[in-house]
């Protein structure tokens, strides 16, 4: 992991994915460049909604406040999603967040808090993609700093959907036409 004070669209190539949170440092176009090229974003709300970003890579919508230290039940809106694999989500998180964020329509929510504001989700942009996380994984007000569960997202957002390999049309004829000649020499042999 590096930590970058700031960035630019050809520094973002050398990397696979790039976490954006805090308002120290922001370039909308630089991010959109590397989200449709191939990369993922980690978007944390707090830059994206400070510094009111709206290009193509956004997800959240604007928020209304933030919510420091209060006690939240999470919901998920889709258990099943790949972001929550190997994830165990606590009843209840003390943690601060942007309140009253929603995801933009063309995102697919992975988590929400219990009092309605977006969590977690994501969508794709070009070659890339853009996973939204609504807390503040790295300030003292929060539990989430070093959580299990936190941490596990962050991880699997890293590494992105795991696919299944399709193996390509010539690997599934070569292989039809070795099963093929096995049939028939086994014929053969009874005959």
Known sequence: ????????????????????????????????????????????????????????????????????????????????????DGVTLPANVNAGFETGNTFLNDARQVLAWSEGTALLGYKNYGAGMSVGFNIHLITSDSQPLNADWSNQIVYNAVNGPQVAEVPEPASILLFGAGLGAALAMRRRRRA
């Open 1 to 84: 992991m590096q930590v970058v004070d700031s960035y630019t669209t050809d520094s973002l190539k050398s990397f696979d994915t790039y976490i954006q949170d805090g308002n120290a440092y922001f370039n909308a176009d630089a991010l959109d460049s590397f989200v449709f090229g191939g990369g993922t974003l980690i978007a944390i709300p707090w830059s994206f909604t400070h510094f009111n970003f709206t290009s193509n890579t956004a997800i959240f919508s604007a928020r209304s406040s933030a919510s420091f230290g209060n006690s939240y039940a999470l919901q998920a809106r889709d258990a099943s999603s790949w972001l929550l």
